[in-house]
């Protein structure tokens, strides 16, 4: 059975345990790295945005897990990852916007494993909002300007569930995170996003960085 990481990323440090493997022996504390692409999006009123106003971004940061028994591991990440949306203007004037969201985010949740290869995962996450802009091309030309944050709820939050597949030291999954935020903190921003919260599909490459029995 893959061994899977150990050592819990919080904001600041990396604690570390042991974990159960198949054998019901102990690894020693490893440390692991992840990467991937987001496919984000918003929500309003609990109904997704057409998929054709889609940001595509990039997740990336690092993870550990605490695991209380073969089947069942407890992961948390610290994560650098990009959201947003786009909205297209069709008519006299065509304009693509493009708004971009950055965040500092800490997943944590419950990793069941399903035999030796899949696991499926379940469970929260909190963000933090470093950077907003917002970027313009059409008929108008292209531009692209920072937004103040203060338009935008500083702390994000919701919900998160997943699946992967192990391969030897690495992991390959998906994940869909549904936000319980909602983004606008200003009256100019709730005139345009309304109610609207994060919504982001993932991908990702999870590879652990070695440790020992």
């Known amino acids: 059975m893959f061994k899977f990481i150990s ?15 198949t054998s019901a022996q102990s690894s020693g504390n490893t440390a692991g790295i992840k990467a991937g692409l987001n496919w984000s999006n918003l929500h309003v009123d609990g109904e997704d945005v057409g998929s054709e106003n889609a940001r595509i971004g990039f997740n990336a940061g690092i993870f550990g897990r605490l695991s209380p028994t073969e089947q069942l591991g407890i992961q948390a990440e610290l994560l650098y990852t990009t959201k947003g949306t786009k909205v297209t203007y069709d008519g006299l004037i065509d304009q693509e916007v493009t708004f971009n969201l950055a965040y500092l985010e800490l997943p944590v949740f419950a990793a069941i494993r399903l035999g030796d290869v899949i696991e499926l995962h379940g469970g929260v996450y909190a963000g933090y909002l470093l950077s907003s802009s917002v970027s313009s091309d059409g008929d ?5 300007d920072d937004l103040d944050r203060d338009n935008f709820q500083g ?59």
């Open 140 to 144: 108008l030309g292209s531009s692209s």
């Open 155 to 213: 702390a994000d939050y919701g919900v998160l569930g997943g699946v992967a597949v192990n391969f030897g030291p690495a992991q390959i999954g998906a994940r869909y995170n549904y936000g319980l935020t909602n983004l606008a903190n200003s009256d100019a921003a709730k005139a345009f996003l309304g109610d609207a919260r994060n919504a982001c599909a993932q991908i990702y490459l999870a590879i652990g960085l070695g440790g020992k029995d």
């Open 7 to 21: 050592r819990t990323a919080l904001f600041v440090f990396i604690t570390s345990t042991p974990f159960a493997t």
